[in-house]
């Protein structure tokens, strides 16, 4: 009964959600009229951008100011041979077009800095923070709490991945990045995939289930992972969930 009726194309497109009593019609509708910013179209954001846009997420918004080099091809599953040396959100938008023409992807070919952030979180409804690096973790917490979005984090470890969703601005108890982390690590403290490897399918599944999360939290659907570390160990085949606990004292969501 609203006015975002689907055409005859998206109930086959996506009949396999519209059968499921938790997504639906609506939840499609809320699918389609959603706004998700996407930092980082590299190991992580293959994968969430790839799920997000066949699930018919309407807006997709692209942070990366990279070009697609030949060893990120191992893992970067959203970039193919053919596009080696152009912008990343380029090819992450034209291969998304080629699944999802009904997507809208809005290319942002920077950095985040303290700049830029506010005004580009600001036009989205949920960030899913992709990026391989503490400083743009850090502002990305920040700015999402001052500014009432959802976060849905991931970070890789060679054979290792974390994921969590921050919503600290709804209130105690959702804890912030910074509750767990109050300060950004040196620079060169945790080397980046590039120096320190990866097995590529561990970040498919680790973004995967990043964009799980963040259908999740756009369909207000099951468990949110806030207040919850998600722990995946490959060699191990083991995930596990640390509970992550709202700071008092934290320097962007304490109550000091
Ligand atoms: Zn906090």
């Known amino acids: 009964m609203s006015d975002t009726a ?4 998206q109930f086959e497109r996506y009949a396999r959600h519209l059968i499921l009593a938790e997504v639906g019609e609506e939840g499609q509708a809320r699918l389609m009229a959603a706004r998700v910013l996407v930092v980082g179209a590299g190991g992580l954001g293959s994968p969430v951008l790839l799920y997000l846009a066949a699930a018919g997420v309407g807006t997709l918004g692209i942070v990366d100011d990279d070009t ?3 060893s990120n091809l191992q893992r970067q599953i959203v970039h193919p041979t053919s596009r080696l040396g152009a912008p990343k959100v380029e090819s992450a938008r034209r291969t998304l077009a080629e699944i999802n023409p009904e997507v809208v992807v809005e290319p942002h070919a920077l950095r985040l800095d303290e700049e830029n952030a506010a005004r580009l979180v600001a ?22 709490h001052r500014l009432g979005k959802t976060l849905v984090a991931a970070a890789l470890s060679p054979f290792e991945g974390q994921l969590s969703t921050f919503k600290s601005h709804l209130g105690p108890p959702h804890p912030c990045y910074r509750c767990l982390f109050p300060e950004a690590p040196p620079p060169d403290a945790v080397p980046r995939c590039e120096e320190a490897g990866i097995l590529g399918a561990v970040a498919g599944v680790v973004g995967t289930l990043q964009a799980t999360e963040v259908l999740k939290e756009l369909l207000g659907i099951g468990e ?28 962007t969501c304490g109550q000091t």
């Open 6 to 9: 689907l055409t005859e194309a």
């Open 68 to 70: 697609v080099d030949l």
């Open 123 to 144: 036009a989205y409804d949920l960030v899913a923070d992709g990026s391989d690096n503490f400083a743009t973790r850090f502002l990305l917490n920040d700015v999402c």
């Open 224 to 251: 949110s992972l806030s207040g919850k570390l998600l722990v995946y160990d490959a060699l191990r085949s083991d995930f596990h969930r640390i509970k992550l606990p709202r700071d008092p004292a934290c320097p």
